[in-house]
């Protein structure tokens, strides 16, 4: 267990990006099918031009379910026996909603799975397209004072915890999209005031470079920039025509990519680096519409980690895009074509031996009899029925919210006719009282 850099320790932290989704939410239920996961894209994809890897299969973990403890284990187990020093988790909020938060949740009151992890703040819309785009959006980002207040008190919660990941002493925080805040030097400001209240160490705030944004950190109060490749590469490096390729698809070859990457100069503040072992997000968007990365494997994988990890300095960090963003083509977890070839790689980069234990098999939990395996079960039956009691309430919500806006259109339209009563009274008796006014007047100009 690391929670903090060991004294002594004379490499840089690795990290991967943890995408906490493949489990059925009462969202994902509404807006792509009851069950819905993103298994459902992956193994629905189809190759797009000739030599193309799809569809992309798993193996040692099989099409999990993250509502299983023992995924959770056997993922943290594979990770720390090749170099991952810890899991960087998605982390959702959206006015106090947090949609797929269960993995982090169980994290936070449970310890498991033992291992380190921080969160990255994945700030942006939810759209039926995965692009973050103002089209068809399913959940909106939006920002107060107020609701800064309380995020920070969750985060100061998750960062108390013994398995949070901390670097010299300090917490580890990313931002995702720091400038689409409306404010962002000043909610960080309040958040890290709240976290010295609450007794927590500075805060290492990392921004993302996203979406264009390769500005200073010190220009939205952070301490650090990393990448979060491939965003930036775009208008950087060159299309690569491909055989049967379709019109609207980008291609790029890894092999540039690499080269562009080790050639970049590093700009005067810290910017941690990130690699990945592959791209690809047309199981997401389809032919006409993908970036795909052509030409990775573990080998040319492991000279561009083993390259970064060589000179990045021992109290700083390496990212590795991704751990399981299966429908993005980026995963170091185990497929039917390379099996552990990328954790092996991932091990040599490092610099730890390569592990050749087997992560064991996923329990039948509707078969389970050992005592673990019997709390499993249960556990597994209590977060169904959370969940059908989640999609009950979104659903009640949903009714009531109906019947809410109904009643007030009725009440507003009540209220707009009894104004306009009002409004026709007041207007009749300034009528009545003008024509007083005037007989009055005759009659004192006739009263002899």
Known sequence: MMTSQPPGRHKPTTIAFYLPQFYPIPENDAWYGEGFTEWRNVVTAQP?????????????????????????????????????????????????????????????????????????????????????????????????????????????????????????????????????????????????????????????????????????????????????????????????????????????????????????????????????PGWDHSPRRGAGRSTIVHGNDPDRYEQWLSAVHDRTPADGLVLINAWNEWAEGAYLEPDLRYGRAYLQATARAVGVAPSTTSVGSIPNLENARSPDRRFSALYLEAREHETRLRRRLSRLEGTFQRQLDGATATARAEADEMRAHALRFTQEIDRLRAELARLEAAGRRIDP
Request: one cysteine or more; hydrophobic letters at 40%; charged letters at 25%.
């Open 48 to 276: 797009l031009f000739e030599g193309h890897y799809q569809p992309r299969l798993p193996k040692d973990l099989g099409f999990y379910d993250l509502r299983v403890p023992e995924v959770r284990e056997a993922q943290a187990r594979l990770a720390l026996e090749h170099g991952i020093d810890a899991f960087c988790y998605y982390h959702y909020w959206f006015e106090g909603h947090r949609p797929l938060r269960l993995v982090v949740d169980d994290v936070l009151a449970h310890g498991c799975p033992e291992i380190p992890f921080c969160l990255a703040w994945a700030n942006e819309n939810w759209s039926r397209h995965w692009d973050a785009s103002g089209h068809e959006v399913l959940l909106t980002q939006r920002y107060s004072e107020e609701d800064d207040e309380a995020h920070g008190r969750f985060l100061l919660r998750a960062m108390r915890h013994r398995l949070y990941l901390r670097l010299d002493g300090r917490p580890v925080l990313f931002i995702y999209r720091i400038q689409a805040m409306p404010d962002p030097a000043g909610t960080l400001a309040r958040w890290r005031e709240l976290w010295r209240a609450g007794g927590l160490p500075e805060v290492t705030i990392i921004k993302f470079d996203t979406w264009g944004n390769a500005a200073a950190p010190s220009e939205y109060g952070a301490d650090a920039a990393a990448q979060f490749l491939p965003h930036g590469l775009s208008g950087r490096v060159p299309a690569v025509a491909v055989r049967g390729g379709h019109a609207g698809d980008l291609i790029w070859s890894y092999d540039d990519i690499v080269r562009l990457q080790l050639s970049t100069e590093r700009p005067a503040w810290t910017r941690h680096e990130c690699v990945f």
